[in-house]
């Protein structure tokens, strides 16, 4: 049985930092992609990061220089690090993993389609 869990979320001020992560138990980690998604209150789930097997990264534009995902192999972790937080990062983040162990290129990494496992999600809430 596949689990996805993450932890790490909470309230912060703007220009704070949260770390994320994810704990996979279940799957053979080194084999899948992982991503973090994220929904905020009345908008649709978008596509935040993700990392491939290899270590290969997408990121979406408007975190790109703030947040770094990271994988450690070891501990079946993922990490979400995010600094300079914005208000516009509230929302609720998933971490989610797709088996893709010869996937090249990064661009499938945004498209939550490639994903089949999905956490519960975790609160980030920034106040300005």
């Known amino acids: 049985q596949v689990q996805l869990v993450e932890s790490g979320g909470g309230l912060v001020q703007a220009g704070d930092s949260l770390r994320l992560s994810c704990a996979a138990s279940?799957?053979?980690?080194?084999?899948?992609?992982m991503g973090w998604f994220r929904q905020a209150p009345g908008k649709e789930r978008e596509f935040v990061v993700g990392?491939?097997?290899?270590?290969?990264?997408y990121y979406t534009d408007s975190v790109k220089g703030r947040f770094t995902i990271s994988r450690d192999s070891a501990k079946n972790t993922v990490y979400l690090q995010m600094n300079s937080l914005k208000p516009e990062d509230t929302a609720v983040y998933y971490c989610?993993?797709?088996?893709?162990?010869?996937?090249?290129?990064?661009?499938?990494?945004?498209?939550?389609?490639?994903?089949?496992?999905w956490g519960q999600g975790t609160q980030v809430t920034v106040s300005s």
């Open positions: 990392i491939g097997w290899s270590g290969l990264t």
């Open positions: 989610a993993g797709g088996w893709r162990p010869y996937a090249s290129g990064s661009d499938y990494l945004a498209q939550g389609d490639e994903y089949s496992y």
């Open positions: 279940g799957l053979t980690f080194s084999s899948y992609a």
